[in-house]
Each structure stands twice: as structure tokens, then as C-alpha cells.
């Protein structure tokens, strides 16, 4: 439509000029204005961040093929029940089989990856089997065990389907105090699995109230009335033909959650349900017919596997973080709010520099945890490669110890800082996208009741950032006693230097220099580190034990893990960055010194309490973070389109690509929520409002005082 | 049962007597041991924040009767569809009118405060009519307008429930940015009121879906081709016989939310609809039979009812927070989890100096922030007294605009402050309870989702917040300039003695006191109210119009209010407990100090910029909120106990008084949960597991692999 012929119209719509130019910069219009100022190459960037064009490649397959399967199909979501969408659920797994079994590992994991952040209730419905089930079983079963286990179906899915029965009502993190009991039945060579407390009712179990036909049981190992701590044990559950529950096993439904409602998590109290012998998993604690148990020997080289959940968070973290953002973000881009004194058309979100200061420094957050993200992972595959075959007087086992005590202590950090990051960005998209971000249309209310889980399962995210502490702590000590440290926290070996450290720098500006904020961040990670060890030492002077020692200074150790999580993304961040050129380079500095800035801002305290920065300094860095969102905000589009997540990925109207945002939402509503017959006016409101109210209303002539009396123009 | 038969019940369920042991302390035991440790008068406490034992009576009565109502049913909420709550929601109306009609405004005022605790979404759809449609009436309306709507039935819902048609899909916050329009056909003496884009689309307006039969419809007022700016109309939208909508009118369902699902939000399209003239409210402008638009000289006067809605909002974060508090709190004395090496018995979650520090300083924040909200409502209600019959030309009538003024920018500030608070609050103490937080049943998800939008509606909070920052730069000047401030920014008079004030005690503990906490919190406002001050001028000085001025210094208006904020509330709290004496004394000035310590420590940054404490002053302060944790968790119960939410109010099993949290959540998961045929199994699982997967599986001679061949001690 021409601008005259859209006057034309806005006049017969008794629109005032002002109103009509209001109206000329419409979203479309403000999305490819945005997009027009990519001063890099976008792809080049996605390509990047994916690891090389083939996995981009895969990634958009996958992407395409599941927004074209119906099964698939995501935007009626928000109004189906939690039985249509616990039955929706189910009717995926056929389709995910189809994959498993006709492609290699590698796209496999790419394309649950994907599907995590499509659907991610069917992902952990999907995953209790092939993540957790078959997982115990790698993990804890012998080989044969697996043989017979795997020709029992557990792989293919035929007349099995497996849960992992760990965690009971009155216990989660604390899995050695478990209370489920397997006692060993010598006379029959059975083992007795048993739920002796109402405490002791497995719960949260995914999969158990309409899917599993065996479960993983977690119980105390009792073996001639002595307890030999928790193991693993395969309980058959249900008939694969008519999914009656078994003799002794009762399963109920947990119900609604605060999301993922397609998953089908259930209750199971055992009472006195025999199991083979051989039914419990014994590659590493054996009993033998007549009652030997023969403990491992090094079994912490089996907790490589239990790592794979906490590492594929920290690339879920980065990847919901970048879904939420593009909604924000672009709306943001199009959505205008108030218009200066010299202009009628409206600001849009993006320009004001306080919506700037919301956004901007969580998408250098996010960044920053996308190339954490990878980095994790090929840490984790080189432990997993070190540890295939690895064994108790290995020549190197001493090095592979050091390794998984290293990738165990990082990822427990980094779960937790990266989901909680994340959690909190999907929190702030939805704050910044106004009224709309309450629409459960607009996506991101979802995403939240979604991923708020991840906070707590695989390990509370308190707790493990309480393990890095102490990993910090302890590497502190290794340091004092000389020992060279790994990368991730070389810098305690540098403590002469680093503490009492400050800033030096000639001209303010050179605060903006990867290389110093480093420099900061490891002054003031070893100061942290260095006294949270210095209040441990003085618990143990005082007589306590190392646990209690610990648990006494567990707020410095949560304070040294936040700090070195901070430090150790934004490592990571600019390591990244160094390793490019160019446009790329120019675009991705800016992202990486504001990540660093803005992470030294919300850490003021910090910084100038080891006395690393100045005031002054300070004053400089929160005005430069001013200065960098305005900077990361020109690119803010490009930098969004290089997550490269399509439409039907992000569903939510608000973050189209095309910018058309009100017209999308509005069909959105439209289609979610056909007009109906009133429910329930002959029922309720028409008895409401047509009851006596006693004689005072409803007279005519009170129509008088409507007209104010000194209608004073024409006195 | 003795102790005796337990051991026996025990030997029999296969426990061993460790297990025995752990099992000896059980949450009812734990929670009467910590509610035996109250060191002080639980109901005093309960009474002085209730503002009198009259008022916790009333409180109390309101509780019993909700409890006692069927309507007010709330243990099945969250397994109900959300047609199913809609309905029920508005089923509530005829019970509530009842009390409107039959008790005191202050009486009924306290009844709605506690239905907003006990089912929000009705809260809102109730105060969608009472609150907005009839606020909107008596704000706007001339005294006969007011009598012809009453006399029409708006006030005692006869063939009339009213919405509140303000917000547009493309307009929120910016209310003189509404594209509706109001044109005046002075032929018909009529105004016509248009819709006349999608994104004038009238928006979330709550009620509109199902309940409205009349709109107060904000819209730009058009005379004679002049627009007059953003008026008030009402406008019928539906026959009352039969909720038909009337001709012009389209409405739709907004459909599912985040949260408060019981309201029907709907969106309103109005195409050329005429209303009497004399169906505008013309308190303010009037708009003559010939068309003269007469303007009113000092609207300001009438803003005052818009902020009611805030300064609810501010009780309503307090005592969302509570709830929240009671459930987190509670669960914690009884949960436990993990023994150390000295016992076998769990250690309380309470007893964790980490739990301590998770929920310790957000109970004394909300304490913080129920002595506050009971001095912004007492602020208001004196506003409202001097404010009623003021008008243009009062001898105070400057005075009068200065408390409105402050009322404003306080009210605007702490709705931000406080619901952000509450906010965090909630999801704090739903990560606290660990898994069992993110089942629906124990409440504190749909808590999240329905309190979530407190932070955008009614202003959204970056907003206010921003709001307070440009008040608080408007009295820096004022100070400079020589006027004397109200209290709540006094210190702003005092700049000459507080820029560059150190904090001077002989001993350390000498900073545990509110009034070294006040001075220091001054000190730290005060330079970071100058630097906005300072900024703003300059940006001035560059040539900048005022209102470009305040939008380039919005991150330093933003912190400033941010730590205005944290004052403003721990000087309420100070306020409160130098009131009390004794041993109500000695619990309040703890939980008191850890507000000031707590609220310090997260902004030390701040503290050591203007140096007012130094690096060693914050280390103390740091362990000293480590050792007031541990202090306020010795009471922590009774505080919560103080709160006097019975359990039908708490509506969450790990909330239960009586500690026995395990036993009620159990049977609410049952209860909700009923079994029943699987749902699913023949159409989707059966031919999934039976379908044909290959040759390989179902051999039964593979059991050969499931007994390890080397059984070692056999061999």
C-alpha cells in the first residue's frame, strides 16, 4: 500500500495524522531495518558456534523434518489437557525408534538435542529409558547382564520399557541413605526388594505410571543382615501384554507438575517382591549363591557416565537461553512504547537504553555459555576416552583420577550456574516482553514452568555448586603443597602473584582488554578461594572433622563457585573470540567486554574489596557496560539470527522472524480459542444478575443525571 | 507406639536398627521440638502485625469462613481444566456479594486482601469490576453520572458486571498512546467509538470473555477533528438478557495465561459503535452538545485512586511471601537429608548453615516488608484524607500536591521493589524444597505463575522503578536548591554531611545496630542519588531536553532507586521494632540486623565504592549475617508461626503446621490422582512393544548371560 493510499485509509478509519504517521513504521518494517545492519556474516557465525557446516546442516534437517511431522506439531500446546498431552507424549516414541535405529550416534544425540527444546517433557520421557534405564544398565550391569537384558528387548523397546527408580519420597540428593531394601533370600537365591516406610515410596519416577514395564531400583544391598550401601537392581514392574501390574508392586500417578506434563512421573512402593539373583546389576559389587559380596575396587571410574546428564544441560542452558532471547529480542525490535518530545513515532523497546541494559548482557551471557557449552563437552568425550578401558594400575591412572575429579567438580559448577543463568534469562525475557510475556501463547511462561526443573534434578544446584567449592578449596591446598594444577584452575598456582594484585593500567580504556578482565577475575578468584581454604583450615584447627570443616564455611564455598563460575565462562568466552578474525572478530569482541564487564559489575563488591579495581575504575566499567549494550544492541538482530532457530523452534508468535508480530499473536489467540456458546451464563450469571436487589435501581427517570447539570458552554 | 514396638515393626520390615535409628526422629517430633524452642510471645508478634488483636480476629474469622465454604474449595485447583476454574470462579461472585452488601468497606477490604491469598484469579475477576470498572466510575464521573450507573445497576451487579477496557495489543504502559478513538458526531450527539487498527485491539481486558456487559473504554477523544487526548467512556458490549454482544462489538477469549486462569482476559474490537454523548465521564473534561471541549485545570488531584491497586500490590508481596515462607520454612525443620559421620541420624535442612542462607534473610526481607506495607497504607489513606474535596486554589493546596507527589513515586517504587522481592521470594523457596517444589500440590509453581504478574501489570516494574529515580533526581535538586524534603528522601537535606561519611566504630560489633545500618545505607543513597543528579545535569548541560535527559541517565535512576529501595524498607523495619520491648525485642532486632547486614552485603559493591565501610568492615558483615542466619533459624518457626495462615490458607502439604508433611502429601497425590484403566495402552503402547523388531531378541537361551561366568567365589 502506498503512504497516500494508507492516509486515505487511516482517514476513513478517523485517524488523525498524528496517529497515521504513528502508524508508518509497522513491524515487518522495523525487523528488516534491524536485520539491515549486520555488519558480519551471520552464517559464518551460526557455523561457529555449531562446530562446521555439516552439523548446521544436521541441525536444520532435523529441524525441518520434525516441524513437518504432525506428530510434532507444537503450537496448540498451551491448551491441551495433561492426558491428551501425557497420550501425545507417547505417540512420539515410535517415531524417535524410527532414528535411533537408522542413524549414527553422533545425529542421534544432535537430534535429541533438538527435540529437548521442542518438546522437552517427550526428550525426558524419551531419555528415562535410553538416558537413564539403558544408562544404569552400561553403567552398572556386567556384560552379559547387558546381553541377556538387551535380548530381553531393553534396547529395541519389544515387550520393554525401562525406568530408573532412584530417588523416594523422603530422599533425592542423598542417594546412600536411601531406604528401599534388597535382602538377600539365600534359600531361594533371591533377592527381596521391599519399600519398609512410607518415606521409602520411590517418587518422581519418569515413566513409571503408564510406561515402564521394568524399572532400576536403587536399594540398600542387605546381605546376611549386613547393609553393603546402595545398588542397582532390575524389578520387573508390569505384564508387557496387559500392563497389569506385578504381585507386590503398586504404582500411582504423581500428577500435575509445575511443567513437563508429558511425562508420566509416578510412585512404586515394593512389599516383598522377589527378584532373581541375578536380577541385581554386579559389575562392580558382586554376591555370589552363597552370600559373598566382593566390593569394587575403584568404582569412582564408573561415574564418568553420570556426568553425561549435567554436561548436556549446560548446552541446554545455552540453548534455551538463546530461544528466550530471540522471542525478547525481537520483539523488542518491533515493539514501540512512547515516543520522545520531537517525534510522534513511537521508541522502539530496543532503543532505550534500559531495555538495552535487560537484554544485551544476557545475550553476552549466553554466548559466553554457548562456548562453554562446547568446551564441556569435548572436555567430557576426552574423559570419556581416557576412561574407556581404564583401569586400577593403569600407569596413568593417577592422570585419568585427576581428570574426572576435574570434569566432575566443572560440570557440577557449571550446571548449576548455567541452568540458573538460564532460568533467570528465560524470567527476564518474559518480564521484558510486558503483558504479552504473561499470554502462555507468547511461549516463555512455558519455557519457565519447563526448565525450572533442570535447577534440581541431577544434582540440586546448590549442592553442586557446593562441590566445586570444595573442589576449589581442595585444589587450593594441592596448590600450597606444590602440586601443578589442571587449566580450569591454574590459577592457584599463581597466588604470590595474584594476591594484593591491582589494576594497572595507564588509560582507563585499557580496562577493555580480555586479557586484563582476566587478569581481574583470577586476582579476585584466588583471593576468594584463598580465604574460603583459610576458613576451612582454621575448622580443622578447631578440631572439627573435614565434613563438618566444609559444611562451616559452606557460604565462602558457594561464593568462591559463583565467582570462578563467572571466571571460568568468561575464559571460555574469549578463548572462543581469539580464535577468530575479521567482521566476526569486530562483532564478537564487543559481546565477549560485555559479558566481562557487566559479570566484574554484578561483582562490584568483589572486586573492590581485593582491591583489584578502584572506584573510579568501577565508575568506568558500569559506564562502559552502558556504552556495550548500546554497541551489542546495533547487531542485537543479526546476533539473534545467528542461533539460526526456526519459526516452529521458538513458538511463540513474538519472535517471529518476520517481525509481523500482532498479526501472528492475534491468529494465535484466534485459532486457540474458537468462539463458543457462553458456558455457564443460564447457570450462573443471568441468576447473578437478574436478582432482587430491593427497590431502589432501575428506575427510568434516574436517566436525569447522566447530563451534568452545568453543562457550562451553554449556560 | 513405643519405641520397643517400632524396633519390632522395624526388624520385621528388614531394617536394620540404622535405618531404625534415622527413622526415630519423624517430622511431627522434629516440628514440635522446633516450635518448642519459641522464645518469645508468638501471638504478640501476630498482633502487632496485624495492627491490633481486632484485626487478627477479623483476620482469623475470614479464614474460618473461606475455609468452611465449598465455593472457596482450593485442594483440587490444580488438577481443574481451566474452563472448569472459570467457571467455578465466577460461582464465587454471588458469595462475595453477599459481604459486599453486608459489612464494612474496611471489613470487606480485609476479606478481599485475604481471598487474594487464597485464590488469586477470582481476587482479580471480582476486582476487575469493583476494583477497575467501578474505581474508573468514581475517579471519572460527574456525581449524577456516578447516580445513573449505580442507578443502572454497576454497583450492585443487577443486569451489569463492568471490565476495565484500557490496555491495547499494541499499547500497555503508554496510556496517552492508545490508538482507540472516541469522534464526536455532533449531528447525532453521539460519540462513535473505533477500533481502527489490529493493534488498537483492546487487550487483556480481564472479565471481557465471559462476564462484562459494559466497558469503561479508554480512548482518544476527538472533537471537531481536534484530538483532546485519552478519555473515559462507557460502553454497553452485551445484551444483558442474553450476553449476546451488541452490534459493533467483537470479543474474544485471550485464552490460556501464565497463571490466574480463572479470569477471563478477553480482547474487545469495537467497528463504529455510538453511545450517548452523556455516556462519556465528564468529571474532568466535558464535552458541550455543540461540541466545546472544556479541559480540567488540575487533573493531578484525581490520580490518587490509581494508586490503590500499587499500594495493595505492596501487601500482597508481603503476604505472598508468607505463605511462600511458611511452606519452605516448615518443610525444611522436618526434611532431612544426609548425616555426618557422627550420627546416623539426618541432619535437618534447617540446620544446614547453607538452607540458613537461603531462606533466613528472605524471611527477614519480608518482615521488612510488612512493617513497610502497613506504613504505605497508613501513607495512603492520609493522601486520600487531605486529597478528598481539595481542589485548585486551597490554601495547602502546594502541600497537598507534595504528598501526592511522594505518595506516587513511594507507592511506585516499592509495588517494584516488593513484588520483585516476592517474586524471588516464591522461587526460592520452591528450589528450597528440592524436587517436591516442582510438584503442583504443594503449591508453590501456581504460586510463581499467578504472583509473576504483579511485576508487569499496574506498571510495569522497570518502569516504576525508573519512576522513583527521576523523583528521587527531582528532590536532589530541590535540595540543592534549598527546599526541605519529606521524610522518606530527608536525607537528601543532609548531603553535605553524608558525601564522604566513612563509617567510624571502635569495635566491629559496633555496626550490628540499626543505626550505624541507617546512617550507612544513607551515606551509600545519597552518592548514588547525587551521581544521577550529577549525570543528568550534565546530559542537560550537553543541550539534551529534560525527558532525554532522564532517559540517558535511566541505568543510574535505576540503581539509585534500586538502593533507595533497601533503605526506604529496613528503615520501616527499624522503625517497627524500636516500637517493641522484651522478648519480642530480642527475636525482632535480630531478624532486623539481618535485614540491614543481608541488604548490604548484596549491594557491597556500593558500600565500598563511597567507602563507606572497608574491605574489613564487609568481611564482618559477611560472617555476621552467616551467625544472624544461625540465630534467626533458632526461631524460625515460631516467625513463621507468627504469620497465622492456617493450613487451608497455606494449601500446601509441606506447609502443614502439624510437620507431618509426608503423610499429607501422599494421600493429596492419591486423592488427586485416582487409578484408573491405562488411558493408552492398546492404542499407542501395545503395538509399540509388540511390534516386530528383528530376529535377534526373545531367544530364552540368552538367560545364559545373566549370571556372571566368573562368580568369583565359586570358583
Known amino acids: 500500500m502506498s503512504i497516500a493510499q494508507k492516509r486515505i485509509q487511516a482517514v476513513k478509519q478517523h485517524l488523525t495524522p498524528e496517529?497515521?504517521?504513528?502508524?508508518?513504521?509497522?513491524?515487518?518494517?522495523?525487523?528488516?531495518?534491524?536485520?539491515?545492519?549486520?555488519?558480519?556474516?551471520?552464517?559464518?557465525?551460526?557455523?561457529?558456534?555449531?562446530?562446521?557446516?555439516k552439523a548446521t546442516l544436521l541441525k536444520e534437517k532435523i529441524m525441518q523434518e520434525?516441524?513437518?511431522?504432525?506428530?510434532?506439531?507444537?503450537?496448540?500446546?498451551?491448551?491441551?489437557?495433561?492426558?491428551?498431552?501425557?497420550?501425545?507424549?507417547?505417540?512420539?516414541?515410535?517415531?524417535?525408534?524410527?532414528?535411533?535405529?537408522?542413524?549414527?550416534?553422533?545425529?542421534?544425540?544432535?537430534?535429541?538435542?533438538?527435540?529437548?527444546?521442542?518438546?522437552?517433557?517427550?526428550?525426558?520421557?524419551?531419555?528415562?529409558?535410553?538416558?537413564?534405564?539403558?544408562?544404569?544398565?552400561?553403567?552398572?550391569?556386567?556384560?552379559?547382564?547387558l546381553g541377556y537384558w538387551f535380548g530381553k528387548g531393553a534396547l529395541s523397546l519389544s515387550s520393554f520399557v525401562g525406568c530408573f527408580a532412584m530417588t523416594e519420597l523422603g530422599h533425592g540428593s542423598n542417594v546412600p541413605g536411601l531406604e528401599t531394601t534388597a535382602t538377600f533370600d539365600e534359600a531361594s537365591d533371591q533377592f527381596i526388594i521391599h519399600t519398609p516406610t512410607l518415606t521409602a515410596t520411590k517418587w518422581w519416577i519418569g515413566g513409571a505410571a503408564h510406561s515402564a514395564t521394568h524399572a532400576a531400583v536403587f536399594a540398600?544391598?542387605?546381605?546376611?543382615?549386613?547393609?553393603h550401601g546402595t545398588k542397582c537392581f532390575v524389578v520387573p514392574l508390569r505384564d508387557p501384554k496387559t500392563y497389569n501390574t506385578l504381585p507386590g508392586i503398586n504404582i500411582g500417578d504423581i500428577g500435575k507438575k509445575m511443567g513437563r506434563d508429558g511425562i508420566d512421573n509416578g510412585w512404586i512402593q515394593f512389599t516383598s517382591v522377589s527378584i532373581p539373583r541375578a536380577y541385581m546389576l554386579q559389575k562392580h559389587t558382586k554376591v555370589s549363591r552363597t552370600g559373598q559380596v566382593q566390593e569394587p575396587k575403584m568404582q569412582q571410574l564408573t561415574y564418568g557416565?553420570?556426568?553425561?546428564?549435567?554436561?548436556?544441560?549446560?548446552?541446554?542452558?545455552?540453548?534455551?537461553?538463546?530461544?528466550?532471547?530471540?522471542?525478547?529480542?525481537?520483539?523488542?525490535?518491533?515493539?514501540?512504547?512512547?515516543?520522545?518530545?520531537?517525534?510522534?513515532?513511537?521508541?522502539?523497546?530496543?532503543?532505550?537504553?534500559?531495555?538495552?541494559?535487560?537484554?544485551?548482557?544476557?545475550?553476552?551471557?549466553?554466548?559466553?555459555?554457548?562456548?562453554?557449552?562446547?568446551?564441556?563437552?569435548?572436555?567430557?568425550?576426552?574423559?570419556?576416552?581416557?576412561?574407556?578401558?581404564?583401569?586400577e594400575g593403569d600407569a596413568d591412572i593417577d592422570e585419568v583420577m585427576e581428570i574426572l575429579k576435574e570434569t566432575h567438580s566443572t560440570s557440577a559448577g557449571l550446571k548449576a550456574f548455567c541452568t540458573w543463568n538460564c532460568l533467570s534469562t528465560i524470567e527476564a525475557c518474559r518480564q521484558a516482553c510486558g503483558g504479552h510475556g504473561y499470554s502462555a501463547y507468547t511461549g516463555l511462561s512455558s519455557m519457565y514452568a519447563d526448565f525450572a526443573v533442570q535447577c534440581t534434578w541431577e544434582g540440586d544446584n546448590t549442592i553442586l555448586t557446593l562441590q566445586l567449592g570444595r573442589y576449589l578449596i581442595s585444589s587450593y591446598r594441592d596448590a600450597l603443597g606444590g602440586k601443578k594444577?589442571?587449566?580450569?584452575?591454574?590459577?592457584?598456582?599463581?597466588?604470590?602473584?595474584?594476591?594484593?594484585?591491582?589494576?594497572?593500567?595507564?588509560?582507563?580504556?585499557?580496562?577493555?582488554?580480555?586479557?586484563?578482565?582476566?587478569?581481574?577475575?583470577?586476582?579476585?578468584?584466588?583471593?576468594?578461594?584463598?580465604?574460603?581454604?583459610?576458613?576451612?583450615?582454621?575448622?580443622?584447627?578447631?578440631?572439627?572433622?573435614?565434613?563438618?570443616?566444609?559444611?562451616?564455611?559452606?557460604?565462602?564455598?558457594?561464593?568462591?563457585?559463583?565467582?570462578?563460575?563467572?571466571?571460568?565462562?568468561?575464559?571460555r568466552f574469549a578463548d572462543g573470540v581469539s580464535k577468530v578474525t575479521g567482521s566476526l572478530y569486530d562483532v564478537l569482541i564487543k559481546v565477549c567486554l560485555l559479558y566481562g564487564l557487566y559479570s566484574i559489575e554484578e561483582n562490584a563488591g568483589?572486586?573492590?574489596?581485593?582491591?583489584?579495581?578502584?572506584?573510579?575504575?568501577?565508575?568506568?566499567?558500569?559506564?562502559?557496560?552502558?556504552?556495550?549494550?548500546?554497541?551489542?544492541?546495533?547487531?542485537?538482530?543479526?546476533?539473534?539470527?545467528?542461533?539460526?532457530?526456526?519459526?516452529?523452534?521458538?513458538?511463540?508468535?513474538?519472535?517471529?522472524?518476520?517481525?509481523?508480530?500482532?498479526?501472528?499473536?492475534?491468529?494465535?489467540?484466534?485459532?486457540s480459542n474458537p468462539q463458543t456458546q457462553h458456558p455457564y451464563f443460564d447457570r450462573l450469571i443471568k441468576p447473578l444478575i437478574t436478582r432482587d436487589v430491593g427497590g431502589e435501581e432501575d428506575e427510568e427517570d434516574e436517566e436525569a443525571g447522566l447530563e451534568d447539570e452545568d453543562d457550562e458552554d451553554e449556560d
Not at 314 to 332: C, M
Not at 351 to 370: C, G, K, N, V
Open 305 to 391: 557416565a553420570l556426568l553425561q546428564g549435567r554436561v548436556t544441560m549446560v548446552a541446554d542452558g545455552s540453548n534455551v537461553s538463546k530461544k528466550a532471547l530471540s522471542i525478547a529480542i525481537r520483539y523488542a525490535a518491533v515493539r514501540r512504547q512512547f515516543s520522545s518530545s520531537k517525534t510522534d513515532i513511537e521508541t522502539k523497546l530496543l532503543d532505550y537504553p534500559i531495555h538495552q541494559r535487560r537484554l544485551m548482557p544476557l545475550l553476552a551471557q549466553t554466548f559466553a555459555m554457548s562456548f562453554t557449552a562446547t568446551e564441556m563437552t569435548d572436555m567430557y568425550n576426552l574423559m570419556m576416552t581416557r576412561l574407556e578401558g581404564a583401569k
Open 485 to 571: 594444577l589442571s587449566p580450569g584452575v591454574g590459577y592457584l598456582n599463581k597466588l604470590d602473584v595474584l594476591i594484593g594484585k591491582k589494576c594497572q593500567v595507564k588509560r582507563m580504556e585499557d580496562i577493555l582488554s580480555p586479557e586484563l578482565i582476566i587478569e581481574g577475575w583470577q586476582v579476585v578468584c584466588a583471593n576468594v578461594v584463598r580465604n574460603a581454604g583459610i576458613e576451612f583450615d582454621a575448622c580443622l584447627k578447631q578440631g572439627m572433622d573435614v565434613d563438618d570443616a566444609y559444611e562451616h564455611c559452606s557460604q565462602s564455598r558457594l561464593y568462591a563457585a559463583k565467582l570462578h563460575s563467572f571466571s571460568y565462562l568468561f575464559n
Open 66 to 145: 520434525l516441524e513437518r511431522d504432525p506428530l510434532f506439531k507444537m503450537d496448540d500446546i498451551h491448551d491441551i489437557s495433561k492426558s491428551e498431552l501425557r497420550e501425545r507424549t507417547m505417540e512420539k516414541f515410535s517415531s524417535m525408534l524410527h532414528h535411533l535405529q537408522n542413524e549414527s550416534v553422533e545425529t542421534f544425540k544432535k537430534r535429541m538435542e533438538i527435540v529437548s527444546l521442542v518438546d522437552p517433557g517427550f526428550w525426558t520421557r524419551f531419555g528415562v529409558h535410553y538416558g537413564l534405564f539403558v544408562g544404569a544398565l552400561q553403567s552398572n550391569a556386567t556384560p552379559g547382564q
Open 19 to 53: 496517529q497515521e504517521h504513528a502508524k508508518a513504521v509497522d513491524p515487518v518494517a522495523s525487523m528488516n531495518e534491524e536485520r539491515a545492519k549486520a555488519a558480519f556474516d551471520i552464517r559464518a557465525l551460526t557455523i561457529l558456534m555449531d562446530g562446521g557446516e
Open 220 to 227: 540398600q544391598l542387605i546381605v546376611k543382615g549386613k547393609m
Open 606 to 671: 568483589a572486586f573492590l574489596q581485593y582491591e583489584y579495581f578502584s572506584p573510579a575504575q568501577i565508575e568506568f566499567i558500569r559506564s562502559s557496560v552502558n556504552i556495550l549494550c548500546k554497541d551489542v544492541r546495533e547487531q542485537a538482530i543479526p546476533l539473534v539470527d545467528s542461533f539460526n532457530l526456526s519459526d516452529y523452534m521458538i513458538n511463540s508468535p513474538l519472535g517471529r522472524k518476520d517481525g509481523n508480530v500482532y498479526v501472528h499473536y492475534f491468529d494465535q489467540v484466534k485459532r
